[in-house]
């Protein structure tokens, strides 16, 4: 026979398992998010380089105020590019890891010459349009 003192003491354990399973449920739960967040997880940028594309890369932030030129000469003249903000972007050091040996913050705006995943040329704190057209050019006349 079981007396009263067995019922709750197994009462008692079965909401101990039922509170261990819930925190065990909300806590992976929360590991999940959390390995989510902070996993490192390659841009487009580093997959089109790692992929070994052609291609321009527009380094910008939210403050520059002439890629938003540069881009619209870009389109104009049907340039394949892809823009990498530093200020949206967290893995902008780890693609300048990549592309050139460095992890220092880059100047604004930056244009990259990609082709076949490694760096050609690159023009830095770009001002003008005749800068950008130039560059455009020089690359254009780059042989295989």
Not at 85 to 99: A, S
Request: proline content about 1%; charged content about 30%; some cysteine.
């Amino acid at each position: 026979m079981i007396s009263d003192d067995d019922e709750d003491l197994k009462s008692l354990f079965n909401r101990l398992k039922i509170g261990i399973l819930v925190i065990l449920l909300f806590g992976g739960l929360f590991l999940i998010i959390l390995v989510n967040k902070f996993s490192v997880k390659d841009s487009k940028v580093i997959k089109a380089i790692n992929n070994n594309e052609t291609l321009y890369v527009l380094i910008d932030d939210n403050s520059c105020k002439e890629c938003k030129r540069i881009k619209e000469i870009f389109k104009e003249n049907n340039i394949y590019y892809m823009e990498l903000n530093t200020d949206k972007e967290t893995q902008y050091k780890v693609f300048l890891k990549k592309i050139s040996s460095s992890e220092h913050d880059v100047e604004k705006p930056t244009i990259m010459y990609i082709k076949d995943g490694k760096m050609v040329s690159s023009i830095v704190k770009v001002k003008t349009e005749e800068q950008i057209n130039n560059f455009i050019e020089t690359n254009e006349t780059i042989v295989e």
